[in-house]
């Protein structure tokens, strides 16, 4: 049976014999919005999991953390990673935590490619605003603090990515591009 997802384009997934490619980095790094963006402008289809997670839960992302707790939500995350395996030439944004579970990360990756989009962490937390209210992860008493522990959890996986852009200092035009130049040679 083929997976279905709910994906940015009307496109089918595409032929697993062509990599998927995968935004990694911080919440707020600019995944999702770089992601919809480079889909749209190469005709790939984006998933971007916690979308997908929420669509298939029926409930926020907040809500499942709430009531099932982080490990149901990592199967989940799970769950999804298994069936993109069936898949191919995806653009893909997993959520923050994702890439800490190497042995989940190894069900796309080789052939799948990782692109790390790195900001600081005060930066991401800047960017996500009031919105960072919704991560069940960085609704704490010191979001802040809570970045900076997940990015130093995390830093050295996500510099494990085959490809760094540091988007720090570009706009999101500049990065959207280069995601786009990264798919074209994919194909």
Known sequence: MTPTFRTSQGAPAADPA??????????????SVVGMRAAEMSGRAFLDFDAEIERREGKPVSLIFAEHGEHYFRRKERELTEELRLTGGMLLSPGGGWIANSEVVGLLRPPSRLVYLRVRPETALKRMGR?????????????Q????????????????ADVVIDS???TLQEVTEQVVALLSELR
């Open 145 to 160: 603090a809570e970045i900076r522990r997940l990015h130093e959890e995390r830093r050295l996986l996500y510099e494990g």
């Open 131 to 143: 919105r960072r209210e919704l991560r069940p992860l960085l609704a704490r008493p010191d979001p």
């Open 168 to 170: 720090e200092h570009l």
């Open 18 to 31: 062509v990599p998927h490619l995968i935004l990694v980095g911080l919440p707020g790094c600019g995944k």
